[in-house]
């Protein structure tokens, strides 16, 4: 369009004016507050929630990057997923190489890496740059269902599984380094902070006080007390110190469910130990404040059973994956 060919308004045009009425008025008041009341951000995430799709089956595990920058997850599809936490969260890379499901992943300590556990029976050592697997370990004659790694100092990794067997791994081996016999099926493990003990739950309850099946262990991030989550539908922390009174259970959570299903629902501790979070079959993400046991947050979303949720390591975020195959990242206060 030209700009010096456009026809001048003569001197006398009028310009139509509406003048607003009073409901008007009123309405726009009303929607600029209704704006306003909107919560602020509480993070750097693109938007206080986001979905994240991709994966092809149940997803077991899930969990973020020590520096904060990336997440990975795993489950039925046997593939590991790593995803960007920030922007529109893509997905970066697809990993594959076990032949039967992952149940359990972690990023050692600098990041670098990847361990997993699998139903294929052997453990994985994944380098996430190259995407490639570095080491399979095998020695577990049936489904390994969980696996963790040391804190510090040399890498080493515990595991347990449907043979009755926990197992330490020094990852530089191919062979476990030690194998300890259970009376039945071990489905979760946890190292203590030093990595001298290993702390392991299965359908014989050995942490005593819980009356089920124990699916999930998490250390706090001080070393002091031990998270168990059970098929009794209650979550438990343990004093795990040395010097602990003989009742080491010192506080019992409630709210969340485990069903027919029978998956094994992790928990987790937010970086200061004021917080914990657990999946649970109702499909529900819960919350718990760990000084009042008040549930925080009962948060929806999921169509299918929430089997892990994490907290972000620097930000007001957790991230949770679902049966339904799809996990979800969203802030909090």
């Known amino acids: ?33 209704v704006l306003q009341a909107a919560p602020a951000r509480t993070s750097n995430l693109f938007a206080p929630i986001m979905l994240l799709e991709g994966h092809e089956g149940e997803i077991f595990t899930v969990e973020f990057h020590p520096e904060g920058q990336y997440l990975a997850s795993s489950g039925f599809d046997r593939k590991i997923y790593l995803w960007s936490v920030y922007g529109e969260c893509e997905n970066i890379s697809v990993v594959a190489g076990h032949t039967g499901a992952v149940t359990e992943l972690h990023f050692t300590p600098d990041g670098s890496h990847i361990f997993t556990s699998s139903t294929d029976n052997t453990l994985g050592l994944w380098d996430i740059v190259t995407g490639q697997r570095i080491k399979k370990y095998k020695g577990h004659t049936t489904f390994v269902n969980s696996v963790q790694g040391a804190r510090r100092g040399p890498q080493i990794m515990c595991s347990g599984g449907d043979d009755n067997t926990v197992k330490i791994w020094d990852t530089r081996k191919k062979l476990a380094v030690a194998s300890m016999n259970t009376t039945f099926q071990t489905t979760a493990v946890s190292f203590n902070d030093t990595a001298e003990q290993v702390f392991s739950g299965g359908i014989d309850n050995e942490i005593k006080g819980h009356v089920d099946t124990i699916t999930g262990l998490a250390l706090s991030n001080d070393g002091s007390y031990l998270l168990s989550n059970s098929m009794d539908n209650s979550l438990r922390i343990w004093d795990v110190r040395p010097y602990a009174p003989m009742e080491r259970c010192v506080k019992v959570f409630t709210g969340h469910q485990h069903n027919f299903e029978k998956n094994l629902l992790r928990c987790s501790w937010s970086p200061d130990g004021s917080k914990i979070t657990s999946g649970s079959a109702d499909r529900f993400v819960y919350i718990w404040d760990t000084t009042s046991r008040r549930m925080l947050y009962k948060l929806p979303g999921h169509n299918g059973s929430v089997n892990d949720v994490k907290f972000h390591p620097n930000e007001p975020i957790v991230v949770s994956g679902s049966s339904d195959k799809q996990i979800y990242m969203g802030e909090i206060d």
């Open 1 to 33: 369009m030209v700009i010096e060919n456009k026809r001048k308004a003569e001197e006398s045009a009028l310009v139509p004016s509406h003048k607003k009425s009073k409901n008007e008025v009123a309405l726009k008041n009303k929607n600029l507050s």
